[in-house]
C-alpha cells in the first residue's frame, strides 16, 4: 500500500519560497509517476506539476519558472521548490503518486484527479500581500 505524508507548508508574504516535501511508503519511484495538486476554496484540485521515473518534469503553466519538482528516491521523497509566491498560490497542496503509466510518460497538468491513485493529506499554504 502506498502511503504519502506532506508537509513543509507555511505562511510566506508575496515574493516569497517554501519547499514542500512528501516522504512516500510503499511507492516505486523506478516506476510510477507523482504529482503535486493545489486545491484553493471553492475551487476545484488542480495540478501543479508532475515527475516520472524517466526525469521528466512538466508544469502548469502558472508554475513555470517560478516551482520546481523533484524526487530523490534514496530519500524516498518527492519536493516541490516554490519561489515568488504570489496569493493565488495560496491552496491546500497534495502529493500525488500512480504506478499504472510506467514512469516513463505521466499525466500533464494541470491533469484530473482521477489521474492519480494515491494521496496524501495535503500541506496549506498561505500567500499573504
Known amino acids: 500500500q502506498v502511503q504519502l505524508v506532506e508537509s513543509g507548508g507555511g505562511a510566506v508574504q508575496t515574493g516569497g519560497s517554501l519547499r514542500l516535501s512528501c516522504v512516500t511508503s510503499?511507492?516505486?519511484?523506478?516506476?510510477?509517476?507523482m504529482a503535486w495538486f493545489r486545491q484553493a476554496p471553492g475551487r476545484e484540485r488542480e495540478g501543479v506539476a508532475s515527475?516520472?521515473?524517466?526525469?521528466?518534469?512538466t508544469y502548469v503553466d502558472s508554475a513555470k519558472g517560478r516551482f520546481t519538482i523533484a524526487q530523490i528516491p534514496e530519500e524516498k521523497t518527492m519536493y516541490l521548490q516554490m519561489s515568488a509566491l504570489r496569493p493565488e498560490d495560496s491552496a491546500m497542496y497534495y502529493c500525488?503518486?500512480?504506478?499504472?503509466?510506467?514512469?516513463?510518460?505521466?499525466?500533464?497538468?494541470?491533469?484530473?484527479?482521477?489521474?492519480?491513485?494515491?494521496w496524501g493529506q495535503g500541506t496549506q499554504v498561505t500567500v499573504s500581500s
Open positions: 500525488a503518486a500512480d504506478l499504472r503509466y510506467g514512469g516513463a510518460w505521466c499525466p500533464t497538468p494541470p491533469g484530473d484527479v482521477s489521474d492519480y491513485q494515491y
Open positions: 515527475i516520472g521515473s524517466g526525469g521528466v518534469r
Open positions: 510503499g511507492y516505486t519511484y523506478r516506476s510510477g509517476c
